[in-house]
């Protein structure tokens, strides 16, 4: 079956203007989670989304940072007045969520997002 | 501190070696424990996951020691194929959900 599709695969976007990226994740797949990997540095949490509860946006690094996830299934991750510090690659996750049970997350290909 | 500590490497080596590569983590109330891989400009892989008994998936050996947080990926007969950056991964405390912490990676170069 399809993996975790992300979209679009490379952004470039001017300082100041606004970027949605998007997240399909694998159907059946309740749980949904958004990390950052900035050249050089390691995977960064930023948001979670667990079934119909308030997600855990404890990692967002700013008030510009922002994340809807609609219906349970497909995600926006929206970036508002972009800084070139947000240039990074934008991965996203999913996992079945099973209580108690070892939850694998997969990946998606990523956005990679350049601001000039 | 950082909560995942890995030697960035890079790690090289000739086919047929063996290499380890180390990690610890400083959250002692951690829950689950993976190594990832990954390729360049390619997503993180799930290479396996961490158990206290240790576990063996073919040439790739996982260990976990609890008491000294500290987490080690055994990998025998290299391949080419096994060129990557290896990503320790570890679970915080159960109240936090099922986000990952990376470590940075470990980078390794396996040459004929």
């Known amino acids: 079956g399809a993996g975790v599709s992300q979209s679009p695969s490379n952004k470039v976007t001017e300082k100041g203007k606004d970027v949605e990226l998007r997240c399909d994740p694998i159907s059946g797949h309740t749980a949904l989670y958004w990390y950052r990997q900035s050249l050089g540095q390691g995977l960064e949490f930023l948001i979670y989304?667990?079934?119909?509860?308030?997600?855990?946006k404890s990692g967002l690094p700013s008030d510009r940072f922002s994340a809807e996830r609609t219906g349970g299934s497909v995600s926006t991750l929206t970036i508002q007045r972009t800084q070139q510090e947000d240039s990074a690659v934008y991965l996203c996750?999913?996992?079945?969520?099973?209580?108690?049970?070892?939850?694998?997350?997969?990946f998606g290909a990523g956005t990679r997002l350049s601001v000039l | 501190r950082k909560e995942v500590e890995q030697d960035p490497g890079p790690f090289n080596v000739p086919e047929g070696a063996t290499v380890a590569f180390n990690c610890t983590y400083s959250?002692?109330?951690?829950?689950?424990f993976f190594w990832y891989r990954q390729d360049c400009r390619k997503e993180p892989k799930l290479l396996m996951s961490v158990y206290s008994s240790g576990n063996e998936d073919g040439r790739f050996t996982a260990q976990l020691n609890r008491a000294s947080q500290y987490i080690s990926l055994l990998i025998r007969d290299s391949k080419l194929s096994d060129s990557a950056t290896y990503l320790c991964?570890?679970?915080?405390?159960?109240?936090?959900?099922?986000?990952?912490?990376f470590g940075t990676g470990t980078r390794l170069a396996v040459r004929p």
């Open positions: 996750a999913s996992s079945l969520a099973i209580a108690g049970g070892l939850n694998i997350q997969y």
């Open positions: 991964v570890v679970t915080p405390e159960k109240s936090s959900g099922d986000k990952l912490t």
């Open positions: 989304f667990q079934g119909n509860s308030a997600p855990d």
């Open positions: 959250n002692s109330a951690s829950q689950s």
